[in-house]
């Protein structure tokens, strides 16, 4: 699970939950990161079509997915010279988004 709902009774336990769950806030802070989140929450893609949907270099990109790999937020599939990301657990982290989304005022159109 992304996120530990539950509260763990050891401090050193509490610990190491409250620094991973830092890390996935710290992942999903980069507006870069957030939408190549979204692009690969319910398709599987490459880094070569994760550049092209973000417009930035391929070192750039691959910073970025290694920063969501990292934190857990999306998972790494290697087939031959080719690295394929997907959002880890979709559904988590479209509740996540929608919820935090929520915090955003209300655009007076």
Avoid: W
């Amino acid at each position: 699970m992304l996120l530990m709902g539950a509260h763990n009774g050891g401090s050193g336990e509490s610990e190491l939950d409250a620094r991973k769950v830092a890390k996935v806030f710290a992942a999903l802070s980069d507006p870069t990161r957030l939408k190549l989140l979204r692009y690969v929450l319910r398709e599987e893609h490459c880094v070569s079509r994760c550049t092209e949907h973000v417009g930035l270099s391929q070192g750039a990109v691959s910073k970025q997915l290694a920063a969501l790999a990292d934190s857990g937020l999306v998972v790494r599939r290697r087939v031959s010279r080719r690295i394929y990301y997907r959002v880890a657990e979709p559904d988590v982290l479209e509740r996540m988004l929608a919820d935090a989304e929520s915090f955003l005022p209300l655009r007076s159109e």
